[in-house]
Nanobody
Framework: QVHVVESGGGLVQPGGSLRLSCAASGSIFSITVMGWYRQAPGKQRELVAQITSSGTTNYADSVKGRFTISRDNAKNTVYLQMNSLKPEDTAVYYC???????????????WGQGTQVTVSS
């Protein structure tokens, strides 16, 4: 089993910044893809950003140029630096990790419990 914990959410004014962190622990042989998703009230969960173990990144068009995803493979941790925040970025942000428990197993996606980000004046 893998345990995923996010931190760093909160209330910020428009134009401000926040940094989210997510750490995975447990039966981890390797993590392929780590990512951030978000879900606003009344909307479906959507991809914000992903990063592979080699550092290849993918961003939603709505956050390109404002958000930066990074990871520390040694610590099984992923970060999301969010700058120039807008009210429409308000959502619960979820971390995902695609983790393998051994070389012989396929990756399984695990989710964190979510952290609230509110952008408001």
């Amino acid at each position: 089993q893998v345990h995923v914990v996010e931190s760093g959410g909160g209330l910020v004014q428009p134009g401000g910044s926040l940094r989210l962190s997510c750490a995975a622990s447990g039966s981890i042989f390797s993590i392929t893809v780590m990512g951030w998703y978000r879900q606003a009230p009344g909307k479906q969960r959507e991809l914000v950003a992903q990063i592979t173990s080699s550092g290849t990144t993918n961003y939603a068009d709505s956050v390109k140029g404002r958000f930066t995803i990074s990871r520390d493979n040694a610590k099984n941790t992923v970060y999301l630096q969010m700058n120039s925040l807008k009210p429409e970025d308000t959502a619960v942000y979820y971390c995902s990790t695609d983790s393998r428990s051994s070389l012989a197993t396929l990756p399984t996606r695990y989710w964190g419990q979510g952290t609230q980000v509110t952008v408001s004046s």
